[in-house]
């Protein structure tokens, strides 16, 4: 069954330093999401990407962050100067066409020291 | 603003018991709504769909309802197992496909 694929499942880095995490989503998928769960408190919405830019953005999302999708396969987070308050479970989503079904990958923890 | 609420945050219960999870939302004008359970450290897993012209979805023993105009859904689950024991959790989404999640439920099903 296909599923959406992330990478690293942890990561460990020193606050002020750029983090990447990457991300494949499900094939055929056309939109793409990044989420975050600090320990304890609710999934939050970050960012949705379609046909090559972002279509939404919450206040999380500030100059600090981007997103990419560097070729027809990888869709990218990247922190640029890392926070401790950043550290959180990020995951990543994708779905099909508008309105159907929102697939999730198994998050990668970031831990910022 | 959107706001997702479930209740209650934690439940336990014995093996064979049916049960219902709440959710509510304080903006009616949603697209869709979706359920997912999550095992502890672990991605969300989605579990229904429900699009906001629909009343009830079914898969297997969960059984999703949905009243958009008064701002509720609720997950049932028929015939509890030990395997149900995760956290459940409520998501309502726009058109663009964003989706704000509510708190989760904890559900422990004793053997």
Redesign the interface.
């Known amino acids: 069954e296909p599923e959406v694929t992330q990478t690293p499942s942890h990561q460990v880095t020193q606050m002020g330093q750029e983090v990447i995490l990457r991300c494949v989503p499900i094939s055929n998928h056309l939109?793409f999401?990044w989420?975050r769960q600090i320990l304890g408190?609710?999934?939050?919405?970050l960012v949705?990407f379609?046909n090559n830019e972002i279509?939404?953005k919450s206040e999380i999302f500030d100059d600090q962050f981007s997103v990419e999708r560097p070729d027809g396969s990888n869709f990218t987070l990247k922190i640029r100067s890392t926070k401790l308050e950043d550290s959180a479970m990020y995951?990543c989503?994708s779905?099909g066409e508008?309105?159907?079904?929102?697939?999730?990958?198994?998050?990668t923890?970031l831990t910022v020291v | 603003k959107q706001e997702v609420t479930q209740i209650p945050a934690a439940l336990s219960v014995p093996e064979g018991e049916n049960l219902v999870l709440n959710c509510s939302f304080t903006d009616s004008a949603i697209?869709?709504l979706?359920w997912?359970r999550q095992d502890p450290?672990?991605?969300?897993?989605?579990l229904l769909?429900i699009?906001s012209s629909q009343r009830e979805q079914t898969s297997g023993r969960l059984n999703a309802s949905l009243d958009k105009s008064s701002g509720r859904s609720t997950l049932y689950i028929a015939a509890s197992q030990p395997g149900d024991s995760a956290t459940y959790?409520c998501?309502v989404?726009n058109?663009?496909?964003?989706?704000?999640?509510?708190?989760?439920t904890e559900l422990s099903v004793k053997p």
């Open positions: 939109y999401y989420y408190q609710k999934v939050e919405f949705s379609y279509s939404e995951f989503a779905r508008s309105g159907t079904e929102a697939f999730f990958g198994q998050g923890r | 697209y869709n979706q997912f450290g672990k991605g969300l897993t989605s769909l699009q959790l998501a989404g058109q663009g496909g964003k989706l704000i999640f509510g708190q989760g």
